[in-house]
């Protein structure tokens, strides 16, 4: 408050003819910057804070550590070299994850505004960055919440006895290829028959996940009935996610001191019971063996990066959301690094505990490791239901696991429903409000549609559909989106001004790493990530290949994201005046009604001196980016 206060009375003694004499050289110190606008947004004025600086890191690491965390990170580094990913994986961190996650840290709270209008008040030509951000958040969070009713499904599933994937005795099972024995330890029997017999075991939950819970058809062209069932739980799921955020981060910043911590509580128990069990060794060693080999292959640092920005959740919006709701000088360096250090020490600790189980699954049924590890959906809903099976009091066991993946996913949901709303209060909330009232009721209305569009996945053929929306929206549009929001903000906005915006928060400037990292190193990066990795056609599975329709459905979604980034710009120029030079005539960025006292930043020169041709220069650079997308 008292910050404040000094800020406003400041700006009340400043006269006009003062506003423009002095031009911003340098990294500007904070007392040297004159403010020119005063709040003029009374909608700003009511925006909420967290109520202690724990609530924002907890929302922070809670989105960041999600279903990912556990299912992909460990396969991808065993698949990657083991312990050798780890040096990759740690420099991508430092030069990308941390510098990056900063930076939206800083622009969020600084402006105090959602990404839409922070992006557009940052580099109006650029100002659909913004909005790609929260569409592609957005459509992320309508089939992300299938997730969460698997999740349900499970855990409502596993305080039967026995467990409903332990026998081949359902209606759903098909005899044929459906076993619950195993050959005990007789050694001499063939090991293509043990794997046979393995594989199945694993059918048998293949099956409950395929056929009792999915009631798949053949394919995307069979999208078949409902399944109310998984409909019922749907709503279930938002109801928890409606819940959990009507009241925004007064009340989201409460439910995440469960939701954040309790995943630790049972990694780490887990993880005790684990390292007991024969054959964990043997599965840890498998997991962190380095082949230094892989150091080598260009693809092994691609995954490293790409692994960073997925988790961390660089270009989604959502962390500059949250950081929106911060205290003006709440301690954001501090705050990203221990957001990105958990994120990565919980993904490590994850590998301890899914590696200990399948190396313990490796020992009971004579297997090599490689053949039961597996990634995505399948590990947490095929392969660990399984190693549950075989423990002490398994329904407890179970029960507690799909909690925990429960309380993970919903980390993850919140700060993307979050991000909508958001945006929606930031651009039309009093257009709105004069409509539905109250805040709450907008909410309600977000978590409606994200319902609604989340209806296709629970059909018998949703799974299909469920597949090709993750593939073109978190790996076809991620690396774009997060190119264009590090230009928009690094390279045209200018590293001297975010310096500026940190040093004003903070009373001193970010230390030269940061600035090198945002000049330089995580551009490039970006740029290098992006040129090296390749388009390739959506699948499920191994065998099954989408029709050409689906594939041009999944460019679609993919481009629903994408296409604010041009048509922005191309409305900023059509509507700037004719003497204008690529972006609005008043080329001071005004950052922004805050009721701390604003602060305007001069635009980079370099925005200054831009005209018709160099714009045609940017639409070339545009083009050429757009081409590294190509198909091989």
């Known amino acids: 408050m008292g910050v404040g206060a000094e800020n406003t009375e400041a700006v009340s003694k400043l006269s006009a003819s003062d506003a423009g004499d002095k031009e911003e050289t340098g990294l500007v110190r904070a007392h040297a910057v004159k403010t020119e606008l005063e709040p003029t947004d009374t909608a700003h004025e009511d925006r909420g804070t967290w109520g202690r600086r724990l609530e924002f890191v907890l929302a922070s690491v809670g989105y960041a550590v999600g279903l990912g965390n556990v299912w992909r990170f460990p396969y991808l580094c065993y698949r990657s070299g083991g312990g050798a990913f780890l040096i990759p994986y740690v420099i991508m961190l430092f030069l990308c994850g941390i510098p990056l996650l900063l930076m939206e840290f800083a622009i969020g709270q600084y402006t105090r505004l959602g990404p839409v209008l922070t992006l557009a008040k940052i580099c109006p030509l650029l100002k659909g960055v913004g909005l790609a951000t929260v569409v592609i958040s957005f459509i992320l969070c309508t089939y992300y919440n299938v997730l969460m009713t698997w999740a349900l499904y499970y855990l409502f599933n596993s305080f039967g006895t026995p467990l409903p994937w332990q026998s081949c005795n359902n209606t759903w099972n098909l005899v044929s290829n459906c076993s619950t024995g195993f050959p005990g330890n007789n050694f001499h029997v063939c090991q293509a028959i043990i794997l046979a017999l393995w594989l199945c075991v694993i059918n048998s939950l293949f099956l409950c996940l395929s056929y009792k ?14 399944r109310w069932e998984l409909f019922g739980l749907l709503v279930l799921a938002w109801i928890i996610v409606y819940l959990c955020i009507f009241k925004g981060v007064k009340s989201t910043g409460k439910v995440v001191y469960f939701t954040a ?5 049972i990694l780490f ?3 005790i019971n684990n390292v007991q069990l024969p054959g964990a060794n043997d599965g840890i060693l498998y997991f962190l063996m380095p082949n230094w080999g892989k150091l080598l292959e260009v693809q092994v640092w691609v995954n490293a990066a790409a692994q960073i920005f997925n988790s961390i959740g660089i270009a989604f919006g959502s962390m500059i959301s949250m950081a929106s709701y911060n205290k003006f000088n709440n301690n954001i360096i ?19 505990v899914i590696f200990s189980a399948i190396g313990y699954m490796a020992h009971v049924h004579h297997l090599p490791v490689d053949n039961i590890a597996t990634d995505g959906p399948g590990l947490v809903f095929v392969v660990y239901p399984e190693i549950f099976s075989t423990l002490p009091v398994s329904q407890l066991w179970a029960s507690l696991f799909f909690l925990m993946l429960l309380c993970l996913g919903l980390d993850s949901q919140f700060a993307m429903v ?31 549609i994200g319902f609604l569009l989340g209806i296709p996945h629970i059909t018998q053929g949703g799974i299909y559909v469920f597949q090709l929306m993750d593939h073109y929206t978190a790996v076809v549009s991620l690396m774009f989106l997060a190119f264009f929001e590090v230009l928009a903000v690094c390279w045209i906005f200018g590293v001297r001004r975010i ?38 056609p959506a699948r499920y599975g191994k065998t099954y290949t989408y029709p050409a329709w689906a594939e041009v459905l999944g460019w679609f979604i993919s481009l629903l994201s994408i296409v604010w980034i041009p048509l922005g710009a191309f409305e900023k ?6 003497n204008s030079r690529l972006f ?34 940017l639409t070339f650079f545009f083009l050429i980016f757009l081409g590294l997308f190509r198909s091989p």
């Open 499 to 536: 310096a500026c915006m940190v040093e004003r928060m903070l009373g001193k400037p970010p230390n030269a790493f940061f600035q090198i990292c945002w000049l330089v190193v995580s551009p490039l990066l970006c740029i290098l990530i992006s040129s090296i990795v390749q388009y390739t």
């Open 213 to 226: 819970l999915l009631e798949m058809t053949d394919g995307i062209e069979q999208m078949g009935e409902l």
């Open 334 to 352: 501090r705050d990203t690094l221990i957001v990105a250090l958990a994120n990565s020490a919980t993904s490590i600790l994850a590998g301890f």
């Open 261 to 265: 911590t309790f995943p630790y509580f």
């Open 584 to 617: 609005l005539e008043n080329v001071d960025i005004q950052t922004v009604n805050r009721p701390y006292g604003d602060a305007s930043l001069k635009q980079n020169t370099f925005l200054k001196t831009l005209n018709l041709q160099e714009l045609f220069l």
């Open 418 to 448: 979050e991000v909508a709303v958001t945006c929606l209060m930031d651009c039309v909330g009093p257009k709105l409000l004069k409509v539905l009232k109250h805040k709450e009721l907008v909410v309600l209305a977000v978590c409606t």
């Open 573 to 578: 120029v059509i509507h700037a005046p004719t």
């Open 269 to 271: 128990t887990l993880l």
